[in-house]
């Protein structure tokens, strides 16, 4: 058994029921497990490990819900610079149709490198195509190095452009081979288990590029696995204009008839949701992964974040790919959120405390994932740290808030299961100046074939 004793933090966030905020407090952990947590004086005195955070700021792992990991070896392409959502996919599917095994993984492995750097300890990730031989596998391989959690979702495309859809042929698969391999990777590598490193969900990519019969059947198969589903719903009005030309109904409705509503569903972006469907996902307890960044960079749109926490949806964060980001940094992407609110509906609508609760525990509860984000007994230890005596934070009256008005920030550690992915704002667990070289490879080389 391991021990690990965390104390002298100048703010300890628990974000606990109470939402406590212990000056001076700390966590003792066994295994990966929290088993107390209080003021230093009420820790146990010895562990295997003692990190003394004296000037630092502790807060429960970041938890991302939106992602495509492998569009960070596309980053600021300028044919897509100016585009909205539907330019900006017709002008990417080619480039992305070049890439294969090697560049899933590489990207995976920075992807996740750069959530841990900003202090997330949980990701989701939204995987819909696989070219030149790619499979799902290739990621979770590549995940568990780095030591970020990872919620997988198998996703896929089924309708191409010739047949009205939005991919190239080249992208899309046939919908039975879909669902079995879904099933494959859901038998091999999902883990129910409290404290699970991977977990997998069945995640077809949108309205516009996988047929009804699709989206119902995978459906099916994930609540026949107890696996969880998502998918991409209501982005852009161009979005809910397909939906009630293709459809005859709005994306939420279109979600409901299909299955795709529950406690075991999140649906990404959500910009356009209208009052009937924000009620339909309260009533239902169907979740969403607000990504604000991309929504701005894309022109989709200022979600309702307000109107749907107001109503008791659950609302978490995703950076989205940083090909439409173009970044993979969660605790800027909360700034954004909390700032992006006050833009549409006034300075005192969202706060940082709230916005931070949304970046940890409304990520654990989108995600289904009772374990983590609080820093209480029982909990996984999974947990961020930034330092106070930075540039960044010189001045700031109250560190908590500071996280959020102050940034940008990089963590000072990052834990895992009580294991450290960040030490002293090192990555701790991979090479990454091996890795960036190898990442700058495939960048460029995609490049040059676009040329």
């Avoid at 995976?108 to 596998?137: K, V």
């Avoid at 939005?166 to 091999?188: G, K, M």
């Amino acid at each position: 058994m391991s021990t690990l004793l965390v104390r002298n933090a100048e703010v300890l966030v628990t974000m606990d029921g109470a939402r406590r905020e212990i000056s001076g407090g700390g966590l003792f952990v066994r295994d990966g497990v929290i088993e107390a947590v209080d003021v230093a004086e009420s820790l146990p005195s010895e562990a295997d490990e003692t990190l003394d955070l004296a000037g630092c700021v502790v807060i429960p792992g970041l938890i991302n819900t939106h992602h495509h990991f492998y569009q960070n070896l596309t980053r600021a392409v300028p044919a897509a610079q100016d585009a909205t959502l539907f330019g900006w996919l017709r002008t990417l599917y080619p480039i992305w149709a070049r890439m294969g095994p090697d560049e899933i993984r590489v990207s995976t492995q920075l992807a996740l490198a750069e959530m841990a750097l900003s202090g997330c300890t949980c990701s989701s990730d939204h995987l819909y195509m696989f070219p030149g031989g790619a499979r799902l596998d290739d990621q979770l391989e590549a995940a568990i190095d780095v030591g970020v959690r990872l919620h997988a979702t198998r996703g896929a495309m089924s309708i191409g452009e010739s047949d009205g859809g939005l991919p190239p042929d080249s992208l899309v698969e046939n919908e039975a081979d879909i669902l079995n391999d879904c099933l494959r990777v859901i038998q091999a590598h999902h883990d129910p288990a409290p404290g699970a490193m991977i977990r997998i969900g069945v995640a077809p990519c949108s309205p516009f590029s996988v047929s009804r019969e699709l989206m119902r059947d995978a459906a099916h198969l994930a609540r026949d696995q107890g696996v969880m589903l998502h998918t991409h719903l209501a982005e852009n009005d161009d979005d809910v204009a397909y939906s009630l030309e293709k459809f005859g109904c709005r994306p939420g409705e279109y979600a409901e008839n299909l299955g795709w509503t529950g406690d075991d569903v999140w649906h990404a972006h959500c910009v356009k949701l209208d009052g009937d469907e924000i009620d339909l996902f309260n009533r239902t307890r169907t979740g969403v992964a607000h990504c604000p960044c991309s929504n701005m960079r894309l022109g989709s749109g200022i979600a309702p974040v307000r109107a749907m926490r107001d109503s008791g949806v659950k609302v978490a964060l995703g950076v989205d790919g940083s090909a439409s980001n173009d970044s993979g940094d969660l605790l800027a992407e909360a700034r954004q959120a909390m700032l992006l609110q006050r833009v549409a509906h006034g300075g005192d609508v969202l706060g940082a405390r709230e916005t931070l609760e949304i970046a940890t525990l409304g990520g654990a509860a989108v995600l289904g994932r009772t374990d983590l984000g609080s820093l209480e007994v029982g909990k996984r230890a999974d947990f961020a740290v930034y330092r106070t005596d930075t540039i960044a934070m010189a001045g700031a009256w109250d560190p908590v808030a500071g996280l959020l008005f102050c940034g940008p920030h990089r963590a000072h550690h990052t834990v895992v299961e009580g294991r450290f992915v960040v030490r002293d704002g090192i990555l701790n667990t991979i090479d990454l100046d091996s890795l960036l070289a190898n990442h700058t490879r495939l960048a460029r080389a995609l490049g040059n074939a676009s040329a």
